[in-house]
């Protein structure tokens, strides 16, 4: 039987109804070794294990075993098979580092180095049928949303560890029942329980005067948390979780001392298994965020997804678009927050606000993530060619195609004109890398370590970098 999945990161599984899991402990970190096809496969994996039992002072003390010799299918040439064997690590950030030596020292060929962990072992739930995201199995189940937004009266731009004076919040469950059937590649997602409306859910603030009041707003916070399946608000990885992290941060610093065993098991189990931070990326500008777990829906992320032709994403132009109207709708300016009634009612109608957008995006987010097996950390940052990706993983490892690795072709052609004499083919390219390991970036040596599973296109990159460019627009070849 399949789990229902709420959300991942590199270190945890979050499964609905249940505590966050270890990944490390569910999952083996792997990746692909296979020989040139000139090669006999059984005699190169006992010289490599042979290699490893000697427990020498090299990578190869960081495997922690490897696999008999399986069959995979090319990715490139539907015709071709390739006999392999899997690597597995101690830790996933040893992957790389592996799968540099037997390529430069041990003429292994590797695959599937370069997946982003959380990635790899969701794909690996999820091609297995181990585990799904929102998948019920035909079950009805319920799901509680948190929405959620902070007020600070000492707002200073770039502090993320602000006093944080009001929390206000609301509670919304729903029911979904989904069922996939991966043979067919059929799905079914409906929503069986839904609030009626967004204005009518029980709002509850929170205020701190003091520093006790701050500690109990937090605790509180961070209980919620445990409670729900998936945090809600507008910009909260950008702003509110990002301050409550930093906050919680700097109290378990500074006042550590004064919080008693229970509060201090309360913070640190938020900050190490619920919260972490990452970085977004639009466009190429990054951007520090903090995901909140089991499961952080921003709707402003959820916005840009889904009405990326809107003009502003902020909460006072969407909510209006999505016909989210609040009469006497109170807006201030960072400078005009106190803790007063005005301040609170403004807060009140946040809330409000992004309960309705929560829900009206929800009915959108949540049949895709299903789909695509994606939790909205990944999702609502990924555009059509991501998600595609995502599910073309899945499909490769179920049906165990070598996934190819993740390239930005333009540079790397650029590169490899630059390095190669044109018409080189993949073997000559590879013992051509080896004399050349300290002039080739590591982009470039994540594809050339698949050897002769190479894209094609890495024999012709003329094709697609135009050398004799006048300008930035000539460039692409094509």
Not at 93 to 112: G, K, M, Q, R, W
Request: aromatic fraction near 10%; glycine fraction near 6%; include cysteine.
């Amino acid at each position: 039987m399949g789990e229902t999945v709420l959300g991942i990161s590199p270190e945890s599984l979050y499964i609905l109804g249940k505590k966050p899991q270890s990944l490390e402990e569910i999952h083996k970190p792997h990746f692909l070794a296979f020989p040139p096809s000139d090669k006999d496969v059984e005699v190169e994996r006992k010289k490599l294990v042979d290699a490893w039992k000697r427990n020498e002072e090299t990578p190869l003390k960081h495997i922690t075993d490897i696999g008999d010799v399986e069959e995979f299918r090319s990715f490139w040439d539907f015709e071709k098979k390739v006999k392999g064997f899997r690597i597995y690590a101690k830790r996933s950030f040893l992957v790389p580092e592996i799968s540099d030596y037997l390529f430069f020292n041990h003429n292994l060929y590797t695959a599937e180095h370069d997946i982003p962990y959380h990635q790899r072992a969701l794909i690996d739930f999820a091609a297995s049928d181990r585990a799904w995201v929102f998948d019920t199995e035909g079950k009805k189940k319920n799901l509680k949303v948190l929405v959620y937004d902070i007020e600070t009266t000492e707002f200073e731009e770039g502090r993320t560890d602000l006093p944080i004076d009001i929390l206000g919040y609301t509670s919304i469950d729903i029911a979904v029942e989904s069922e996939k059937n991966l043979d067919t590649e059929e799905f079914s997602f409906e929503i069986k329980d839904w609030p009626s409306n967004w204005i009518d859910g029980e709002i509850i603030q929170l205020v701190a005067r003091s520093k006790d009041e701050e500690i109990d707003t937090l605790l509180k916070f961070c209980k919620l948390v445990e409670q729900h399946s998936i945090i809600s608000g507008h910009n909260i990885v950008g702003f509110d979780n990002r301050q409550m992290h930093g906050r919680i941060e700097k109290i378990v610093l500074e006042y550590g001392e004064n919080l008693s065993k229970e509060q201090m098991e309360t913070f640190k189990l938020f900050l190490t298994k619920y919260a972490r931070k990452d970085k977004s990326f639009h466009f190429g500008v990054g951007s520090e965020i903090v995901n909140i777990h089991p499961s952080t829906f921003d709707t402003y992320l959820g916005v840009r997804k889904f009405y990326p032709y809107l003009d502003d994403f902020g909460l006072k132009s969407v909510a209006p678009f999505l016909g989210i109207h609040i009469e006497g709708r109170v807006r201030l300016l960072p400078s005009q927050i106190k803790i007063d009634e005005r301040t609170l009612l403004y807060n009140r109608h946040d809330v409000m606000e992004q309960c309705g957008v929560t829900l009206h995006l929800l009915e959108q987010a949540l049949p895709l993530a299903f789909t695509t097996c994606m939790p909205f950390e990944l999702l609502l940052e990924s555009g059509a060619v991501g998600m595609w990706d995502h599910m073309a993983m899945i499909r490769a490892t179920r049906k165990k195609k070598i996934i190819p690795p993740i390239a930005r072709v333009l540079p790397l052609s650029k590169s490899l004109l630059g390095l190669f004499p044109e018409g080189i083919k993949k073997r000559e390219i590879v013992s051509e890398a080896k004399k050349k390991k300290a002039q080739i970036s590591k982009d470039l040596i994540r594809v050339l370590k698949y050897g002769e599973e190479m894209p094609d296109w890495v024999e012709y990159p003329m094709v697609i970098y135009n050398r004799f460019a006048r300008d930035s627009d000539e460039i692409l070849n094509y």
